[in-house]
Nanobody, 124 residues
Framework: QVQLVESGGGLVQPGGSLRLSCAASGFNLKQDVIGWFRQAPGKEREGVSCIGSGGGTYYVESAKGRFTISRDNVKNTVYLQIHSLKPEDTAIYYC??????????????????WGQGTQVTVSS
């Protein structure tokens, strides 16, 4: 059974850092594109970053500079490091997997399996 489990979210003060984890089970994610997405209250889901099977990375414009995506194929886990957190980063963060050539890191289209999400709240 394909499963993705996010962890690492929490309440953090502005300017703080978090590392989110996306652990895969039931499949080996090294062949997949893994994406991180987020959804803030009252807003649509948006892409944050993706990492390809070869390690290539993509960041949406708003994520460049503060977000770093990485993968550990031995641990079957993908990470999202976030620095200098801002209140507007408050959202539920989801990871998802895709083997589709037409998948979109911006919208999440083509990503078939999703985790349950982890809440990130940035507040003083």
């Amino acid at each position: 059974q394909v499963q993705l489990v996010e962890s690492g979210g929490g309440l953090v003060q502005p300017g703080g850092s978090l590392r989110l984890s996306c652990a895969a089970s039931g499949f080996n994610l090294k062949q997949d594109v893994i994406g991180w997405f987020r959804q803030a209250p009252g807003k649509e889901r948006e892409g944050v970053s993706c990492i390809g099977s070869g390690g290539g990375t993509y960041y949406v414009e708003s994520a460049k500079g503060r977000f770093t995506i990485s993968r550990d194929n031995v641990k079957n886990t993908v990470y999202l490091q976030i620095h200098s957190l801002k209140p507007e980063d408050t959202a539920i963060y989801y990871c998802a997997t895709s083997r589709s050539a037409g998948s979109s890191c911006t919208t999440g289209a083509g990503f078939g399996s999703w985790g349950q999400g982890t809440q990130v709240t940035v507040s003083s």
